[in-house]
Nanobody, 129 residues
Framework: QVQLKEAGGGLVQAGGSLRLSCTAS????????LAWFRQAPGKERDIVAA????????YYADPVKGRFTISRDSAKNTVFLQMNSLKPEDTAVYYC??????????????????????WGQGTQVTVSS
C-alpha cells in the first residue's frame, strides 16, 4: 500500500497563501487517484479537492472553488494543494488521501471519504483573522 506524508501546514493571516504537499512512497503513484480532505474540531472530515491519475480531471468543494488548486507531479510522487485567499473558516487539519484507480472500471477520482483506504497523518492549517 502507498504511504503518504504531508508537509506545508502552518499559521497564516487571513488573505494569505499556503502550499501543502503530500509525498507518496511505495505503490505505483500513477495508479492512484488523490485527494485532500480537511477536518475542523468537532466536524466531519470533508473533501476539499481531488485529482485523477492523469491530472486531467479535478474536483473542488464549493467552499474552496476559485481559491485552491490541486496538482500532482508524477516525477516527484507528490500531490500539492495551493491555497490562496485563505479564510479563518479554512482552519483545519488537512489530510492527503490516495486510492487505487488503476482499473478501467474505476472513476477518475473519488469524493467520499470512505472510498479512500490510504491516508497521511495530517497537517495543521490555522488562519488567523
Amino acid at each position: 500500500q502507498v504511504q503518504l506524508k504531508e508537509a506545508g501546514g502552518g499559521l497564516v493571516q487571513a488573505g494569505g497563501s499556503l502550499r501543502l504537499s503530500c509525498t507518496a512512497s511505495r505503490g505505483l503513484f500513477s495508479d492512484y487517484a488523490l485527494a485532500w480532505f480537511r477536518q475542523a474540531p468537532g466536524k466531519e472530515r470533508d473533501i476539499v479537492a481531488a485529482i485523477s491519475r492523469s491530472a486531467a480531471q479535478t474536483y473542488y468543494a464549493d467552499p474552496v472553488k476559485g481559491r485552491f488548486t490541486i496538482s500532482r507531479d508524477s516525477a516527484k510522487n507528490t500531490v500539492f494543494l495551493q491555497m490562496n485567499s485563505l479564510k479563518p473558516e479554512d482552519t483545519a487539519v488537512y489530510y492527503c488521501a490516495a486510492q487505487n484507480a488503476g482499473y478501467s472500471s474505476c472513476p477518475y477520482y473519488y469524493t467520499d471519504r470512505l472510498s479512500y483506504k490510504n491516508w497521511g497523518q495530517g497537517t495543521q492549517v490555522t488562519v488567523s483573522s
